[in-house]
Antibody, heavy 120, light 107 residues
Framework: EVQVLESGGGLVQPGGSLRLSCTAS????????LSWVRQPPGKGLEWVSA????????FYANSVRGRFAVSRDNSKSTLYLQMDSLRAADTAVYYC?????????????WGQGTVVTVSS | DFQMTQSPSTLSASVGDRVTITCRAS??????LAWYQQKPGKAPKLLIY???NLESGVPSRFSGSGSGTDFTLTISSLQPDDFATYYC?????????FGQGTKLEIK
């Protein structure tokens, strides 16, 4: 079964850092681009970041550029999101997503999400 | 950046109704438009990709249309399981953007 599983969420103070992980199974991780999507409590979805299959071409939403860094370890089938200088506005459920069966960039695989809370 | 505007924000309807949700892009996105369904506490689920292609396993009462800047999601006959929030998303640009969502409520 094709799956992605996020971890690493938690409570962090404003200005702090957190690293999220997304571990994949059931597919050839190294062949797929992946993204992070977040959802603040009671609000809509926001695309955060994307990384290509080789890990050498990252992209970021304006709201996180310069503070977040996406990376991957294909030998471990794992995607990471390093989040620095965190703000209250970064509080959200963070989802790891990919375009697996459709292969066209739409997100047909989602994890269950990991919760990040930025609060003092 | 591409902006996506959905309407309405909230829609009240009854089982058996035909409903339509619209999504407008700020720029031409060709057919690179997806629709997702989300239920409370759950991850979103892909319904439609490339504007009109039904994702595997999604009931045929769901359909999508449009190209360029104007798109629609139609549910031909609402079922109890369809009451949820729906999002459109453009993927013409690598900087993906979602619409603000449409909450479909029971009338």
């Amino acid at each position: 079964e094709v799956q992605v599983l996020e971890s690493g969420g938690g409570l962090v103070q404003p200005g702090g850092s957190l690293r999220l992980s997304c571990t994949a199974s059931g597919f050839a991780f190294r062949n797929y681009a992946l993204s992070w999507v977040r959802q603040p409590p009671g609000k809509g979805l926001e695309w955060v970041s994307a990384l290509n299959d080789r890990g050498n071409s990252p992209f970021y939403a304006n709201s996180v550029r310069g503070r977040f860094a996406v990376s991957r370890d294909n030998s471990k089938s794992t995607l990471y999101l390093q989040m620095d200088s965190l703000r209250a506005a970064d509080t959200a459920v963070y989802y790891c997503v990919t375009s697996y069966a459709t292969g066209d960039g739409s997100f047909d695989v989602w994890g269950q999400g990991t919760v990040v809370t930025v609060s003092s | 950046d591409f902006q996506m505007t959905q309407s309405p924000s909230t829609l009240s309807a009854s089982v058996g109704d035909r409903v339509t949700i619209t999504c407008r892009a700020s720029q031409n996105i060709d057919i690179y438009l997806a629709w997702y369904q989300q239920k409370p506490g759950k991850a979103p689920k892909l319904l439609i990709y490339k504007a009109s292609n039904l994702e595997s396993g999604v009931p045929s009462r769901f359909s999508g249309s449009g190209s360029g800047t104007d798109f629609t999601l139609t549910i031909s006959s609402l079922q109890p399981d369809d009451f949820a929030t729906y999002y459109c998303q453009q993927y013409n640009s690598i900087l993906r953007t979602f619409g603000q969502g449409t909450k479909l409520e029971i009338k």
